[in-house]
């Protein structure tokens, strides 16, 4: 381990374009995520065609620093506008809007930047110390563990912290159903390609996830109109004293550890973990009453939680190459377009890659608190800046940066398509995370599949029985279960407040 | 309501459609050597999936929208609230944000990237309510001029020339 830590940390040493794409992509993640509508993960695809001029190692930097900095982004309007900038930084609202309102917006700033770094270093350490071991563990999997570990990955994200789990399990099979166009991985034979010579190589990943992820989103949100909260100004963050840190070790912690505990499990994200995490505080608080009226500890633990859960999410990434999240779904693409296969071997063939990783994301969380600090004003200027000219240029970008990528302009053909595609499912209330994440895994689901069957026989019994695939299939049968039941609870009250008002 | 009419409407065409894949996938051709695991196996799996799936929500829209209805009828406000009416979702903006985005594709396809992009930020940011008229006539030169710099200079990356005329025009510039 301490080798891959020195190599990597020489490569990066005499590579100072690497920090350089660390403290840009931090800076945009956090411009990203403090903008309401402009998801991390829009920030993530929108750069992921400009990963194609660096190395692999420069690009996956540049896409982690994104990645850590939008998760904190989204708590600063979420603070000063009580307008969450991304889904994760929701808690954070609850107290710290009354806290900006009480004449405390600095502190509340500041007491989120320092919990942020806090709970993204305790997850980069975690994702050092977890990803390697758990990488030679998965060396021994077979083709039935990896096609249990693509169930496992489509449930879990269709059933927890959705609303209808029908439509996320939807969603997820649409995903997987289009990354069977093109030819089959073991035959060689079209599929579902209508003599379309383009669609031979299957969907284009990254144009689609653009166009359903970035395009769609801007579209939409130019067409609503979202009032924010009161605005607060004249912020100068400050950092919390240690005394008052020191205070909230324990909420600190517990919800690092919530949080990237979370962040490990496949598909379920930094948002569940943030939720997860308050309601913990709260139960632990001496003082509970205090949350919702601008507790600090009610911002320590969700902002906690959300960061430490992005170093929880690379785990299933870069040790079994299942995305742990949209965003990570994602970083599979900035990974494919040089050719590297996310998974157990990457650990092996590209040692100095993932450790660079680590290392990075360690980096993008110090200097996170230097950034947050000096220009958290600055980021909140941001939400001044008109949707009118930051949508239109958002889809110049979409376009130029679809069309780069490899010089077609029947990508953006593709891009367009998903991004209609993407539209309908998020007015109609379709998650769009299990559809990536299914067009992700729908390779690894099928071939492994396939290959399981021809190993033993055409047997799906003697696949499943395996003791490592037997486990992941009965999670995956237990998260489906868990969605299922919170569904019917819901619908269950709904049908109850009917009938109780209907009297 | 509409909300649920749509959505019934969204889960009718999933369900024709896996039906409809089904056939397709049923016509590729075979291979004795994979037996049971051959190119349909996998797409069949998905579909049926997808068309049980596809029952579900229409079951569940249906009860709904059934339960919508007796509110309704019974002159009470529904328990069932649409997520559409809060939402504040301009239909008009969105169709124009659209034909606009459509616009923007061919003409880069046909003008290349300088004259498209100028001309779809000049359109996008005049028809948006914002003041600053001045700042709308000089940013989408700005930004355009900022993007071809960035992406021929900086980062060397191939940016669409156009055809005809045009394609010559730009090639002035990359």
Redesign the interface.
Known sequence: MIDGFVSALSYMVSNPLSFLLIVFGMIWGIAFGSMPGLTGVVAVALLI??T??FGPIEGLLLLGAVYVGATFGGSIAAILFNTPGSPEAACTSLDGYPLAKQGHAGKALGMALASSALGGIFGTIVLAMLAPPLARVALTFGPPEYFALAVLGITAIASIGTT?V??A??SG??G??IA?IGM?P??G?G??TFDVSMLLTGVSFIPAIIGMFA?AEV??R?????PLGEKITAVSTTLPKLKEFLALKWTLLRSAGIGTAIGTLPGVGATTAAFISYSEAVRWSKTPERFGKGAYEGIAAPEAANNGAVGGSMVPLLALGIPGSATTAIMIGGLTIHGIVPGPMLLVENKELVYSVFIGMLAANLLMIFFGLKAARYFAKILDA????V???I???C??GV??LR?N?MD??VM?VF??LGF?LR???YPIAPLIIGLVLGPI??IS??RA??MND?DIVAVVSRPITATLLILAFASLLYGLYGQFRRNAE??K??LT??G | MS?YI??IA?AVV?LIGSIY?WF??DA??R?PR??????D???KA??V??GL??L??LY?NIQRLL?YR??QQ?D??P??VL??EA?????S??LL??VL??G??LA??YTG?LIA?AA??SI??HI???QRWW?KLI?PFV??AV?ALL?VLV??????RGVGVFYQFNLFFY
């Open positions: 065609p400009f194609f001029v209808s029908f439509k399990l939807m099979a649409l997987l159903a069977t089959d073991l035959t034979t599929r579902f395009l579209l939409t130019l067409s609503e109109t979202r008109p949707y009118a000219l949508g239109p240029s889809i110049v970008l376009m130029t069309y780069a010089n302009i953006l053909v367009l991004g209609a309908i007015r109609l209330d689901a099928e599949l396939r069957m021809l055409f709904l049908k407040q009917a008002t209907s | 909300k749509a959505d969204f999933l894949f397709v996938a590729l051709p291979f994979y037996q049971q695991v051959d190119s196996f996998w797409p998905l579909l999936l997808i799936l596809a579900g929500i569940q339960l007796r509110q019974m009470e406000k328990v069932v997520g559409e939402s504040g979702f301009n239909w903006k969105f944000g659209a985005t459509v923007y594709f880069l396809r990237f992009t779809f930020l996008a940011v948006t309510p914002y700042l940013f930004f355009t993007v992406f980062l060397s990356l191939p940016l669409p």
